[in-house]
C-alpha cells in the first residue's frame, strides 16, 4: 500500500515541474524561432545534454531488437509532435492550443485498450473524463471558441502521438523490466535525429542564423529543459507502477498547478503573473479536478 502510495507521490511531481516549467517560459521571449524546425532543433539539442544526469537512477540493460525499435519509434515521436506544437502555436491563441492539448488527451484509454490490453473500471475512466475536461476548460483563457481549423489538426495530431507514446514507453517497461531504459536510448536517439534537419540548406540557413539567439538564451533553455527532464523522468518512474490512463490523469492537473505557482509569484510581488481566469471558475475547476483524481486514483481497477 505504501509503495502505490509512493508512485502515486512521484506521478503528482511530473504536472508540478511542467508547471514550473511553463511559468518561467512565460516571462522569457522564445517565441523569436519562427521556423518550428528551428525550436525543435534546439529544444532537442538543450535536452539531450540531460542525459547523462539519468545514470544517477540507475544503469539502463542491454535492449533486445523488439525494444530497439520501440525506443526508436518513442524517439522519433519526441521530435515529431513538437513540429505539429510549435505550428499550432503559430496559427491561434497560446490558451486555446493549451486548451487542445489537455483535451486531447482522451486518446489515452483507446491507446491503452489497443496496445496493452487495458481496462480499468467505469469510475475511473469518469475520474480520467473529468479531470481531461476540466484542464481543457481551465487552460483556455481567452473567449475565443475552438474551431477546427488548422491548429485543431495539429494539436489533435500532436495530442495523438503523445497517446501512443506513453502506451508504447509503459509497453517496453514491462519488456525491459527497466525504467531506465526509457529515460536513456530515446533520449539519445532524438538527440541524434535533429541533426538530421542540417542536411536541408533552408533549415541549415535558418538554424546557423538563429545560433547567436539559442547562445544568448542558452541558460533560459537550460533552466526550461532541466526543469522538463525533471518532469519526464518522475513520470516515467510512475509509469512503471501506474497505468498510463492513470498518469495522463494525474499530468492533467498542471494548469492547476500553474495557477498556485502563479498565486505565489504575485503574493512576492516581485513580478506579476497575469492570470486571467475567475476566481469562481477557478474554485470550480479545483473542486472538480479533486473529484477526478479521488475517482481515478483511489477506485478499484477492473
Not at 532537442?44 to 539519468?54: D, G, K, M, R
Amino acid at each position: 500500500m505504501l509503495a502505490s502510495v509512493y508512485y502515486y507521490l512521484i506521478a503528482f511531481l511530473a504536472p508540478l515541474f511542467y508547471a514550473t516549467s511553463l511559468v518561467i517560459e512565460s516571462f522569457l521571449s522564445l517565441a523569436v524561432f519562427k521556423r518550428p524546425l528551428v525550436m525543435v532543433f534546439f529544444v532537442s539539442l538543450t535536452n539531450a545534454l540531460f542525459t547523462p544526469l539519468v545514470l544517477l537512477l540507475g544503469v539502463p540493460t542491454i535492449p533486445t531488437l523488439s525494444s530497439i525499435i520501440i525506443y526508436l519509434l518513442i524517439a522519433t515521436i519526441d521530435i515529431c509532435y513538437l513540429y505539429p506544437y510549435y505550428t499550432a502555436l503559430k496559427k491561434t491563441d497560446t490558451s486555446i492550443v493549451s486548451s487542445l492539448f489537455a483535451l486531447g488527451k482522451i486518446f489515452v484509454p483507446f491507446a491503452a485498450f489497443i496496445l496493452l490490453n487495458e481496462t480499468l473500471s467505469v469510475e475511473q475512466y469518469i475520474g480520467f473524463f473529468i479531470i481531461i475536461a476540466t484542464s481543457s476548460i481551465l487552460s483556455k483563457k481567452t473567449r475565443a471558441r475552438l474551431r477546427l481549423n488548422k491548429a485543431f489538426y495539429f494539436m489533435f495530431l500532436s495530442s495523438f502521438l503523445l497517446a501512443i507514446r506513453i502506451c508504447l514507453a509503459k509497453l517496453v517497461m514491462e519488456w525491459d523490466h527497466n525504467f531506465i531504459n526509457v529515460l536513456v536510448y530515446p533520449n539519445l536517439i532524438s538527440g541524434l535525429i535533429p541533426f538530421t534537419f542540417l542536411l536541408s540548406v533552408r533549415n541549415k540557413y535558418a538554424i546557423k542564423r538563429k545560433f547567436p539567439i539559442y547562445k544568448k538564451q542558452f541558460k533560459f533553455f537550460v533552466i526550461i529543459e532541466f526543469l522538463t527532464a525533471i518532469a519526464i523522468a518522475t513520470s516515467t518512474i510512475a509509469l512503471s507502477k501506474l497505468s498510463p490512463v492513470i498518469c495522463t490523469a494525474i499530468e492533467a492537473t498542471e494548469p492547476l498547478f500553474v495557477l498556485v505557482i502563479a498565486l505565489l509569484i504575485n503574493s512576492t510581488g516581485c513580478f506579476h503573473f497575469h492570470e486571467k481566469t475567475s476566481v469562481f471558475k477557478k474554485i470550480t475547476c479545483f473542486l472538480l479536478i479533486i473529484l477526478g483524481i479521488i475517482l481515478t486514483c483511489f477506485s478499484k481497477q477492473t
